[in-house]
């Protein structure tokens, strides 16, 4: 009920389209019950010496909305290390097994970024 909940106030935001909304509502109702698998993103960084930290997790079957929260600092450090993260999702959407996908430790002007995408 909670990720209903999610998709129905980001719609309300304006964060997702009507289209986009329905398909997400679907995924969910499709998705075998009592499977709480969740896709974990952690964002660390410092932007101009003040602490930024994102942490997101996101239900498999809202995945495809992880890029809209990622700030374009991170999207960036991402391309720059050879991650594809459009391509990442697609695996997540075709089912793969738990654990790490993705692990960044970087450095952007003098401060440390890291970045984690775990499946839980």
């Known amino acids: 009920m909670e990720e209903k909940r ?3 106030e980001m719609l309300q935001a304006g964060a ?3 289209e986009e909304a329905e398909a997400l509502l679907k995924a ?3 998705r075998p019950k009592g499977e709480a698998r969740l896709l974990r993103v952690r964002v660390q960084a ?3 010496g003040k602490p930024v930290r994102i942490q997101l997790n ?3 079957a809202l995945a495809q909305m992880v890029e809209t929260f990622l700030p374009q ?3 960036a450090k991402l391309r720059e290390k050879g991650v594809d ?3 990442l999702l697609q695996e997540v959407r075709t089912g793969i097994p738990e654990g790490k996908l993705l692990e960044v430790a970087a450095e952007e002007d003098g401060e440390p970024v890291e970045i ?3 499946v839980v």
């Open 116 to 118: 984690l995408v775990e």
């Open 58 to 60: 996101l239900p498999l």
């Open 73 to 75: 600092e991170a999207k």
């Open 6 to 8: 999610r998709v129905l």
């Open 46 to 48: 410092t932007d101009k």
């Open 28 to 30: 969910l109702e499709e």
């Open 16 to 18: 997702i389209g009507l």
């Open 85 to 87: 993260l459009s391509a």
